[in-house]
């Protein structure tokens, strides 16, 4: 079944350490997309990739970084440079911007 | 120029009655305006997309009607079930980007 898998459900993590959220895409998608979702609130864009080995920064990149080394794969990594990393992260993958984007079960990351 | 401004924040509908939920945006380059529904925990998914050459699209009980000239779109939810109870996001994008600008949401409660 083609979609897109993102790992792990649940993640915490000690203040101070950075973290690394998996999405894997089998829809041979070109864009990819991170979104960090706060409760009651929309989705916020943190990163975006058009293409293998090239992404650029969202509305909210401060304290992520990403990395599109296979077109299949797009982690992030929260670091500690994040001053509130507690949320729900999303990713999606699409063909391009104007056609549905599709989007992974989410990463709900907790600092303790 | 960018944002997507979504109401109502919160709904409340009787079951059988009709929800409608309201985006206006700015950006007249915009031409591809999904709508998006979140269930708790989960990510989102298409409902249904428009693009400008048409008013209004039916799938279902789901319509989404256009008005370009106003650059509004709204989604109508007719005959409202509870199990339509969910967050509603409406976005739009532009051909040949990749970047979907989204609403901030609306959460749907329908009454049994």
């Known amino acids: 079944d083609g979609g897109i898998t993102q790992s792990p459900k649940y993640l915490f993590r000690k203040e101070g350490q950075n973290v690394t959220l998996s999405c894997e895409q089998n829809?041979?998608?070109?864009?990819m997309y991170w979104y960090r979702q706060d409760p009651g609130q929309g989705l916020r864009l943190i990163y975006y990739s058009q293409i293998v080995n090239d992404f650029q920064k969202g509305d909210i990149a401060e304290g992520y970084s990403v990395s599109r080394e296979k077109k299949e794969s797009f982690p992030l990594t929260v670091t500690s440079a994040q001053k509130n990393p507690t949320a729900f992260y999303l990713c999606?993958?699409?063909?391009?911007?104007?056609?549905?984007?599709?989007f992974g079960q989410g990463t709900r990351l907790t600092v303790v | 120029q960018q944002q997507v401004k979504q109401s109502p924040q919160s709904l409340i509908v009787q079951k059988g009655g009709i929800s409608i939920i309201n985006c206006a945006y700015e950006?007249?380059?915009?031409?591809?305006f999904p709508w998006y529904q979140q269930f708790p925990g989960k990510g989102p998914a298409l409902l249904i997309a428009i693009r400008p050459d048409v008013s209004e699209k039916k799938e279902g009980r789901f319509t989404i009607s256009f008005n370009k000239s106003a650059k509004q779109f709204s989604l109508h939810i007719m005959d409202s079930q509870p199990g339509d109870s969910a967050t509603y996001f409406c976005a739009a994008s532009s051909s040949g980007t990749y970047k979907y600008i989204f609403g901030t949401g609306t959460r749907l409660k329908v009454l049994a």
């Open positions: 829809l041979n998608h070109d864009a």
């Open positions: 950006n007249t380059a915009f031409d591809y």
């Open positions: 999606a993958s699409s063909t391009t911007a104007d056609t549905e984007a599709f």
